[in-house]
């Protein structure tokens, strides 16, 4: 059976089931054995306008709008753009088909604008960008969850174990380090928050020329894929200092979903006070002590932990737009006891002081 005659038997399959509503979040379908199946099982849903020499479709549907790019660079290398809205709370399920090649290890950054409002004379609204690294192994998934009223951005850079040995690490471009041990390890995923300050730098350059191509496509391959090549890179370059855990115990698609609606509270409160364990516990539906277990397992850190970070690049964005910021007002805006002590929560985190970028960014 072809790959066309497989994915018409996907879309009949789960034409009564093309989404279901879990724990506040429509679940839709997608197959995911590789970009080109993904591609062409979303060009035969609903609701999808294709546009087949530029490369990219559309979609108008009740759960969100947007747009997906996506390019071969080469054998063994994708990569794709979707530009997306969300209307209402979507998770999408990566479902893989047992008859078709599940060959792709997955890249992804994602991107999430959001505003918040803030009751202070220094800032009456700020955006903030919240980006999220994770790399699949090929046939495998987690959940994920994506809120209404948010714009998002995915990066995505598909590559098989065949072009890894054969370009990659054969070129001396990725040595070592956590990514082989990833390899070989028993982990289906790895997840990391931010991971390092250059990432919308390094995803910008794509971005632009995906966005840019025209009716007739991405004229110059070469270049989108020199900007594919370094948004990699950047990705390792920030794993340098990581270390990669022992698998944990898995953790139910319910619960990660909860900790999900959880990181959204984090990210909405960090122009408060620490919404507090039992109050977010309560929101998740679960104890305390399953809360600080299963967060850490999700996302790397411990929930005080994530918010402070959430705080101290949200800070970090101010001073970079409004670089007459002073110390004190931060400290004020983020609820610390004085800037001495905001000061040295964001050096902890950065490595560097917030006088240290106010000067450096001062006029």
Not at 80 to 92: A, E, L
Not at 172 to 178: A, D, E, N, R, Y
Request: charged letters at 25%.
């Amino acid at each position: 059976m072809s790959l066309i005659d497989r994915i018409d038997k996907f879309i009949f399959d789960f034409k009564k089931y093309l989404f279901s509503y879990k724990d506040g979040f429509f679940v839709l379908p997608y197959l995911a054995n590789s970009p080109e199946a993904m591609v062409e099982g979303f060009e035969r849903m609903p609701f999808v306008t294709k546009y087949k020499e530029a490369n990219y479709i559309t979609t108008e549907n009740p759960f969100y709008d947007g747009d997906c790019h996506y390019e071969k660079l080469e054998e063994g290398l994708w990569v794709m753009v979707s530009n997306t809205n969300f209307k209402r709370n979507v998770s999408f399920n990566m479902v893989f088909d047992k008859t078709l090649p599940s060959e792709y290890y997955m890249l992804s950054l994602y991107s999430r604008k959001s505003s918040s409002e803030v009751k202070s004379v220094l800032i009456e609204e700020s955006t903030s960008t919240d980006r999220f690294w994770t790399l699949y192994k090929p046939g495998k998934k987690t959940v994920n969850g994506h809120f209404a009223n948010t714009a998002c951005i995915f990066f995505v850079i598909y590559f098989t174990k065949e072009w890894f040995e054969n370009n990659a690490r054969k070129d001396g471009l990725f040595k070592g380090g956590i990514l082989d041990e990833f390899i070989n390890s028993n982990k289906d995923f790895l997840f990391f928050n931010e991971l390092y300050d250059g990432a919308g730098k390094a995803s910008q350059p794509i971005l632009d020329t995906i966005l840019n191509k025209g009716d007739k496509g991405v004229q110059d391959i070469l270049k989108l894929k020199i900007q594919t090549l370094s948004l990699f890179s950047s990705f390792l370059e920030g794993m340098v200092d990581k270390e990669l855990e022992a698998p944990a115990n898995p953790i139910k698609d319910s619960t990660r979903r909860k900790l999900i609606k959880v990181e959204k509270i984090l990210s909405d409160s960090v122009f408060q006070e620490f919404p507090g364990l039992d109050n977010l516990a309560k929101e998740a539906g679960f104890s305390v002590t399953k809360l600080k277990t299963d967060f850490k397992v999700v996302f790397g850190v411990t929930v005080f932990k994530y918010f402070q970070q959430k705080q101290m690049e949200t800070a970090r964005n101010i001073i970079l737009e409004k670089p007459e910021t002073q110390v004190k007002e931060l400290a004020q805006v983020f609820h610390y006891a004085n800037s001495s002590k905001f000061s040295a929560a964001f050096k902890k985190h950065f490595g560097y002081s917030p006088s240290e970028v106010i000067d450096a960014h001062a006029f």
